[in-house]
């Protein structure tokens, strides 16, 4: 993979999420969340519908303002600036619904992901996703619009690495695909982070497909951090299925 870099040249990369919260209004939509990515490292933060798990990546990408809290990419400081601040510090997001730019054309959205980037690397970046996505190759010069579900997501995840991103957010990437789609996606995203060294968080609602990936997990509950641990743990835990349940009173309230 021309352009590779491989997860020991990024050792030392770090994303740190420490007690951040958001509120709508008197509505609390995320409360103390405390995490930590470290570069080449795939994450989860599961949790069920309204959890707070969207919420919290457009706060760490500074689309949403938090009420308090702190997030530092690599020991930058960058909670509560604007979102082409985050990008010029690390960060890409992936968003739910992929949101490509469904009139141009599949290079021209690529080229629209490297607006932070000198025309030469935005050449070779272009050359690197197509590299990575054959497919993407093949339809270069076709309206993004007219692709399959898979095909739209394969192009959200090479317009995010256009970027040249320390760590990718990849917000509900099985969203609206076909199983054998959603098991090629994920591949993906596992072998952009073991190949790069990109560390990537990953809001999923397919459980079991994410624990498969993922080396860690976060689980939020009503905008709570409820459970962490290891990935082959959380997969065995009941209480990771009753947070899907919405029965998880007795760990918000600490009893258990």
């Not at 992929?98 to 070779?124: D, H, P, W, Y």
């Amino acid at each position: 993979m021309t352009g590779a870099d491989p997860a020991g040249r990024r050792e030392g990369r770090r994303l740190e999420v420490r007690a951040l919260s958001v509120s709508y209004g008197e509505i609390a939509a995320l409360t103390d969340l405390t995490m930590h990515v470290a570069g080449g490292e795939v994450v989860a933060l599961l949790g069920a519908n309204g959890a707070g798990k969207s919420t919290a990546l457009k706060a760490i990408m500074g689309m949403v303002a938090p009420s308090h809290g702190t997030v530092l990419v690599n020991g930058h400081e960058i909670g509560g600036q604007p979102a082409h601040r985050a990008v010029r510090h690390g960060l890409a997001l992936v968003p739910e619904g992929r949101r490509i730019f469904k009139r141009m054309t599949v290079r021209e959205n690529l080229q629209v992901g490297g607006v932070t980037r000198s025309a030469t690397e935005v050449q070779a970046l272009t050359a690197e996703a197509f590299e990575l996505f054959p497919r993407l190759k093949e339809r270069e010069r076709q309206l993004a619009g007219t692709l399959s579900g898979g095909e739209q997501q394969m192009l959200a995840i090479g317009r995010a690495l256009m970027a040249k991103p320390d760590f990718v957010l990849y917000d509900e990437p099985s969203l609206g695909l076909a199983p054998m789609v959603v098991e090629t996606v994920f591949a993906v995203i596992a072998r952009i982070s073991r190949d790069r060294g990109i560390g990537a968080v990953l809001v999923e609602q397919n459980v079991d497909v994410a624990l498969s990936v993922v080396q860690r997990a976060y689980v939020l509950a009503r905008g709570r951090l409820v459970l962490s641990g290891a990935s082959d743990v959380l997969a065995q835990s009941p209480q990771l299925r009753e947070a899907y349940l919405g029965t998880l009173t007795a760990l918000e309230d600490g009893r258990a």
